[in-house]
């Protein structure tokens, strides 16, 4: 950047500062992303599944939901047997009485997640 008048100084200031947010926007999108991806993976690992074919646990989907000026949301979701989700993570009734246990897989890769969110996010932005 060469030299600037004072009565372009605001300009100036605007345009570094504009060049500056969208640095910002997009190291955010890039790390939304991947820790979307991330923690599609590791709920992945840490899904049950069953010996046959394990469509619950291939059936995980990280989808950008929204992804405009104001931010990005990125959703994680079971698209082939979404309806089993809660009944895996918290355990069930079963027909003849008595209660399945739950298999935990879904709260700890969203809690790793979030955390190595934050934590990437620092990382990137501090660069």
Same mark, same amino acid.
């Given at each position: 950047?060469? *030299? ?14 504009? @060049?500056?947010? $969208?640095? %910002?926007? @997009?190291? %955010? #999108?890039?790390? !939304?992303?991947?820790?979307? #991806?991330?923690? *599609?993976?590791?709920? $992945? =690992?840490?899904?049950?599944?069953? +010996? ?14 929204? @992804?405009?000026? *104001?931010?990005? =949301? !990125?959703?994680?979701?079971? +698209?082939?047997? /979404? ?10 009734? *079963?027909? /003849?009485?008595? =209660?399945? &246990? ?11 997640? &979030?955390? $190595?969110?934050?934590? @990437?996010?620092? &990382?990137?932005? &501090?660069?």
């Amino acid at each position: 950047m060469g *030299k600037v008048s004072v009565d372009g100084m605001a300009e100036a200031l605007g345009a570094v500062l504009e @060049d500056y947010g $969208q640095e %910002v926007r @997009d190291t %955010v #999108k890039r790390t !939304v992303k991947a820790a979307g #991806k991330s923690c *599609k993976e590791d709920i $992945q =690992r840490r899904s049950p599944a069953r +010996k046959q074919r394990g469509a619950y646990r291939k059936g995980w989907r990280c989808e950008t939901v929204y @992804d405009g000026p *104001k931010g990005i =949301r !990125v959703r994680v979701g079971n +698209k082939t047997k /979404g309806q089993l989700t809660h009944l895996l993570e918290f355990g069930h009734a *079963k027909v /003849g009485g008595g =209660r399945v &246990e739950g298999i935990p897989h879904i709260r700890p890769a969203e809690e790793k997640m &979030e955390r $190595q969110l934050l934590l @990437d996010l620092k &990382e990137a932005l &501090e660069e």
